[in-house]
């Protein structure tokens, strides 16, 4: 069975742009969330999406958007890229709730110059 | 509101030391999971167990062992005889079964080195 993957891996922008991250979760898991990885901050959960609707949203600015495809496959959105959104952007999926295993996919890793 | 603390920022030991990994979590909620997850130097995060708020039975896995005490909020991962394949950064977790906020909260994370 094929893990949790992520697209792309690493990622060099610049402050003011955006970027599209892409995270493809387990066959037959319906719940995916993701987290941001800072050295300051420590894994922070962002958003979770289930059957394409956003059932729950951390504490970050509108410039983070997520959305939930009918295959499960999610992306994340950030606009007007800052310096600090440098940062690894892990994706994690579980079968209905994140109270299931969750698993990650390897993250990617977006570098904001 | 969730917490989850992890004290130990660092530890370093020499292969074969058993080590112990300490989590305390703070949450209202009567009904939640907790987990443990490794992550190498790759980046990405392992999946090592995770416990029903329900069950404070002890569990081991090889040379894992993981201690669940309600009564201290506690949740301590144990490596026993460690080996230098071990070093990792190990985040405690915690996630509310109940209610409809699946958000989980980790720890700041306890980076293990283990020395030849």
């Known amino acids: ?12 922008k610049t402050r003011g742009q955006q970027v599209t991250l892409s995270c493809s979760p ?11 990885q800072t050295p300051g901050q420590g894994l922070q959960f962002l958003f979770e999406y289930f ?7 951390g504490n970050f600015p509108g410039r983070f958007s997520g959305r939930q495809f009918s295959n499960s496959r999610s992306e994340m959105n950030v606009s007007t890229l800052e310096l600090g959104d440098s940062a690894l952007y892990l994706c994690a999926s579980s079968l209905t709730i994140p109270g299931n295993e969750q698993f990650f996919g390897p993250g990617t890793r977006l570098t904001v110059l | 509101a969730q917490k989850v603390t992890q004290a130990q920022t660092e530890i370093s030991v020499v292969e074969k030391e058993d080590v ?5 979590y ?11 997850y490794k ?11 995770r416990r029903n708020s329900f069950d404070e039975q002890n569990e081991i896995s ?5 201690n ?10 144990t490596i026993t005889a460690s080996q230098v394949v071990d070093s990792a950064v190990y985040f405690c977790a915690l996630i509310n079964s109940g209610g409809s906020n699946y958000k989980l909260t980790f720890g700041k994370g306890t980076l293990l080195t283990v020395n030849p």
């Open chain 2, 20 to 24: 112990t990994l300490d989590c305390v």
């Open chain 1, 1 to 12: 069975k094929a893990g949790v993957t992520q697209t792309p891996r690493y990622l060099i």
């Open chain 1, 51 to 57: 059957s394409e609707t956003q059932r729950n949203k």
């Open chain 2, 26 to 36: 703070e949450t209202r909620d009567t009904t939640y999971y907790l987990f443990w």
């Open chain 1, 26 to 36: 387990i066959s037959g898991h319906r719940s995916v969330s993701w987290y941001q």
């Open chain 2, 68 to 77: 669940f005490q309600k009564s201290t909020s506690s949740f301590n991962f």
């Open chain 2, 62 to 66: 090889g040379r894992y062992s993981w």
């Open chain 2, 39 to 49: 992550q190498p130097p790759s980046g990405e995060l392992v999946f090592l167990i």
